[in-house]
């Protein structure tokens, strides 16, 4: 339904735009002007009307995909257990996994306590210039405060899990870095790992 809604809109405002280009050609020629040169004008104004913003942030999110979103491990679970002998092997997984907010509803830090020695922290903030979010997910060592791995990932929407855009211009809706799903999975799997020790040996 929505997106029936959206061709007619779209539809309806490429023939405005075209007959704002006629009529400026059109009135160029009547008035000795170069009606090229105004009906390119013309174009280029309805354009930035509505997409005044698509290439910049396209080209923001790439920037930002490019210089620090990723994957990263500072510390394998072996490396851990060998640092800290005997302890994984009591650590037992909340299977709720409780859970503290700080922030409000779109600058927040879930907290989420996994066991007795590892926290899973998720960060979302935004909205920054052209649409950027920024989305990061940590598993940190509660008694040292270690990160232990890292995932960074930016989207040009609000929200990654409901459909759509968080606002009109449905073009700009991109969840994700190019490997932003695959990384996100992959500090899923880690999480897991240190939350349910006993589940993965």
Not at 35 to 52: E, N, P
């Amino acid at each position: 339904m929505f997106g029936l809604v959206y061709l007619f809109a779209f539809g309806f405002y490429l023939l405005v735009s075209a007959l704002v280009v006629q009529r400026t050609m059109k009135y160029a020629r009547v008035n000795g002007k170069s009606a090229k040169r105004w009906g390119w004008s013309a174009a280029l104004a309805m354009y930035l009307l509505v997409f005044w913003d698509w290439i910049p942030t396209m080209a923001v999110h790439q920037y930002y995909c490019a210089t620090e979103a990723g994957f990263w491990i500072y510390k394998t679970p072996e490396q851990w257990v060998k640092e800290n002998p005997g302890v994984m092997e009591a650590l037992v997984g909340e299977k709720g996994a409780s859970t503290a907010r700080q922030g409000d509803m779109q600058n927040y830090t879930d907290i989420y306590f996994l066991n007795q020695r590892f926290n899973w922290i998720v960060k979302h903030n935004g909205q920054f210039l052209f649409n950027r979010w920024r989305h990061e997910q940590e598993v940190v060592d509660v008694k040292t405060a270690d990160v232990l791995a890292r995932y960074v990932d930016f989207s040009t929407s609000q929200t990654r899990r409901q459909a759509g855009w968080s606002g009109w211009k449905m073009w700009l809706d991109i969840r994700n870095c190019r490997d932003g799903k695959n990384d996100e999975g992959k500090i899923g799997e880690f999480m897991l790992k240190v939350k349910h020790p006993k589940e993965n040996r």
